[in-house]
């Protein structure tokens, strides 16, 4: 019996051989859908007439009629990335690692018996499709709204089970069925980048997309900067801060116990005590924050010289002065005499404070008669044990 082409046979055939038995190739399925980058299996069984031995077994990819195929193991296109196994039972099975695209073929089983014009080529043989995975996702979706992912293929896998990631997490409280995703009531926090993957292949998951989530302000709050009591005259800013898709269009400030508005903009400068909230708006809706409380705190301001006065040593509140006596000589003409005075003066502190003060000024004055002004600084002076001190005191 003659070589049989590919062309010339069909899936599951019989045809009777030169020794009265029967060839068949059968093929366990005629179409796989696998992954790119997955491994992928081929089998069958077949049968060959008696006094017949298989000498060589392969696979090939576009059989040609006329034309020899090539062992796919030889193929350059697939070195390193098949193996074939076989058994006593007559089972084949071709091992495909690492599917590329360009693996899209139909791939058939080929035997060579003892027997030189005994050959077999089952045909049509397995047709491989190869697929990735792409999510579609609505483009944008309201809160509120309900909105559906797909995990879509090119081709049809078998029993696959799909895995759904948002960032990177894996989902396990949401409605999947089949390859969709349902979202029953969206949120703000569905917001994200979502890819899927078909369980056991979880490394060859798809390229992610992401989902926009429309949203209305929240967690509207305002800031006080600086905080505490602000001293009347200062600056101090509120700021309107929230997390909003789209972004705020419109900031309103109030204060409370009001019905208009008293500022608009992110940032208010209140110049009275009271308490002000913001109403922060886009194009979904409006939220308003917990009011914060200004307190504005009228303090009077203390003069420099007022400082330095406080600065003083306490020690200041006892002032001596000091003055040499006059010679016996000269009191008798202390009367005709002229009037030296030495005059020191106690060191006056004042604070400025809300309630105005005004602390007594004390004057002390010490007279001596004499005929000529003594040297009171003279360091003889200070030393001589005739010298006469007064001491003077602030009232209290």
């Known amino acids: 019996m003659g070589s049989r082409l590919c062309n010339q046979l069909f899936h599951a055939s019989y045809v009777s051989g030169a020794f009265g038995t029967e060839w068949s190739v059968k093929y366990n399925q005629q179409e796989i859908c696998a992954l790119k980058g997955s491994t992928v299996f081929m089998n069958g069984t077949y049968t060959l007439p008696e006094g017949l031995t298989v000498m060589e077994s392969f696979w090939v990819i576009h059989p040609t009629s006329g034309v020899e195929s090539t062992d ?47 050959k077999w080529l089952g045909y049509p043989g397995i047709m491989l499709s190869v697929t ?36 990177g997490r894996s989902l396990t409280s949401k409605t999947m069925k089949n390859n969709q995703l349902h979202l029953q009531t969206v ?30 302000p929240k967690n509207v709050s305002v800031s006080i900067s600086p905080s505490g009591e602000i001293v009347k005259g200062s600056s101090v800013n509120l700021t309107c801060s929230s997390d909003a898709n789209p972004p705020v269009k419109n900031y309103a400030w109030f204060k409370e116990g009001g019905t208009s508005p008293v500022g608009s903009g992110q940032s208010y400068r209140p110049l ?95 007279q001596f008669h004499q005929s000529s002004p003594p040297n009171r600084f003279n360091s003889e002076t200070v030393d001589n044990p005739s010298a006469i001190y007064s001491s003077v005191k602030r009232k209290a």
């Open 72 to 118: 796919l193991s030889k193929d350059p296109d697939y070195s390193g990335r098949v193996e074939y196994l076989t058994d006593e039972q007559k089972h084949f099975s071709l091992k495909l690692i690492d599917v590329m695209k360009k693996d899209e073929n139909q791939y058939c089983f080929r035997i060579k018996t003892s027997v030189e014009k005994e």
């Open 132 to 167: 990735e995975l792409h999510v579609e996702t609505p483009e944008e979706v309201t809160e509120g709204e309900t909105a559906d992912l797909t995990c879509n293929t090119t081709c049809s896998l078998t029993d696959p089970t799909f895995i759904w990631y948002i960032n």
């Open 187 to 216: 949120s703000s926090e569905d917001a994200g980048s979502y890819s899927c993957a078909v369980r056991g292949y979880q490394h060859l998951n798809s390229t992610a997309h992401n989902l926009r989530v429309r949203y209305s």
């Open 272 to 366: 009275q005590s009271g308490s002000y909230y913001c109403k922060a708006q886009n194009e979904v809706g409006a939220q308003n924050a917990t009011a914060v409380s200004v307190i504005v705190q009228e303090i009077w301001a203390r003069s420099a010289t007022s400082d330095a006065a406080m600065n003083r040593s306490a020690s200041q509140e006892v002032i001596y002065a000091n003055a040499s006596p006059s010679r016996p000589e000269e009191n008798s003409k202390a009367e005709s005499s002229p009037v030296k005075t030495s005059v020191c003066t106690a060191a006056m502190e004042v604070e400025v404070k809300e309630e105005s003060q005004e602390d007594d000024v004390q004057y002390c004055s010490v």
